[in-house]
């Protein structure tokens, strides 16, 4: 039996016992290191338990065997996981950062998203990131001292820039944020807390969101493939997919479908893995930091695909985003979804004491658009089930979403 020797931390790996800390402070743990704490602060949230029923892409009654948004992030905290234990960077922050990294995510995934941010037009719109660190800053009310989980600065940091730097060195909000600027919850977190949004996240953080990349193309071919949305032979279409499909064959010639399916989307994972190893050790050695900082400070990210697996990448998104996302009966559903969140933000609107009295007493000791933010923030944490069960409660007709 081969067991695997542990890997010595690098030194551009971020340090637990030099964490920039936590907002309010807080005495040691004599157990478990900063970040190890940031993990399990994570877990027993009642944000983290609510992704159990939650889309990823199919609602929960659609199927036992699709993922979930739970399911999607273990998924997740295994790839970050394996990717910084081969690269030397600090597993436990890296695997705090994906199962936080969907915890603002409101019911029905991509739909609930849109209708929010339709809601919320006028006031600052919507942003799964951004309710993510309110979810995490804010929302979560379990602790005597302070309200959300406390977490170190390195995982707010890494949660918020896991895809790059949010502004410039003057503060211009650039990127996806560089048309419409900064969504309200960063934005009234930035008197709170810097978090240098110019610069870019650890190392840790870029390869969580790489192992959010790799998970979400392999487990939607699987669930896919699961629902006949698309036939294992489409995918002959993508190249990777098409020689992965060659290599499984020629080992085993006579495999079922199923299985078939299975061999294909464990091996794309492998595939995907030791390319972002390989890449990301090759910038490594060419930047060749000695710090944490020297990897916030370089010009571009450490952690990549290279550039034939980016286009590999590219290739399975264009392939699942019409066959899947945007396939009929996906967009239906996911239509007939969006109009549940926008009926009930409209009856809470107009009749804030249908939510629950703590929510309603809130609501009502607001201004207008703070109002309108805690209403978003209590549909927001809603389950799918709760947010159909709240519907069929205040409205003759619901959806089946089926």
Known sequence: MVVEAPRQRAPYASDPAQSR??????????????????????IHSSAFRRLAHKTQVFVFHEGDHFRTRLTH???????????????????????????????????????GERALDRCLAEVGGFDHNAQTLRTVTVLERRYAAFDGLNLTWETLE?????????????????????????????????GVQELDLWSYSSGEAQLAA???????????????LRAELFAIEDLGAVALAADVLDEIRHVHA???????GHELVRRLITRM??????????????LKPSSVADIRGAQGPVGAFSAAMA???????????????R??????????????????????????????????ERAAARAEASRLREIADFIAGMTDRYALIEHARLFDETPELR
């Open 210 to 224: 790489l192992a959010d990349d790799i998970a979400y193309d392999a487990h939607d071919i699987d669930d896919g």
């Open 273 to 286: 893995i030791e390319d972002v190893i390989a890449e990301t050790g090759a910038r490594l050695v060419a």
């Open 158 to 190: 890494g949660l918020l820039k896991h895809n790059g730097p949010l502004t410039d060195r003057a503060g211009v909000p650039i990127g996806r944020y560089g048309a419409h600027g900064l969504p309200h919850g960063i934005k009234e977190y930035e």
């Open 73 to 111: 992030t273990l998924e997740v905290a295994q790839i970050a996981r394996s990717l910084a234990r081969a690269l030397g960077l600090d597993e436990d922050l890296a695997e705090a950062l994906a199962l936080a990294h969907d915890l603002g995510h409101p019911p029905f995934g991509h739909a």
């Open 254 to 260: 006579r495999l079922d479908s199923a299985r078939l």
């Open 21 to 42: 800390g936590r907002r309010r402070a807080e005495p040691p743990s004599p157990t478990r290191n900063d970040f190890r704490r940031d993990c399990d602060r994570i």
């Open 311 to 325: 286009q590999a990448d590219r290739a399975i998104k264009g392939f699942l985003n019409p066959r899947m996302y």
């Open 327 to 360: 396939h009929a009966r996906v967009a239906r559903i996911m239509a007939e979804a969006e109009q549940v969140v926008c009926d009930l933000f409209a009856r809470y609107a107009a009749e804030p004491d249908q939510m629950p009295a703590e929510w309603a």
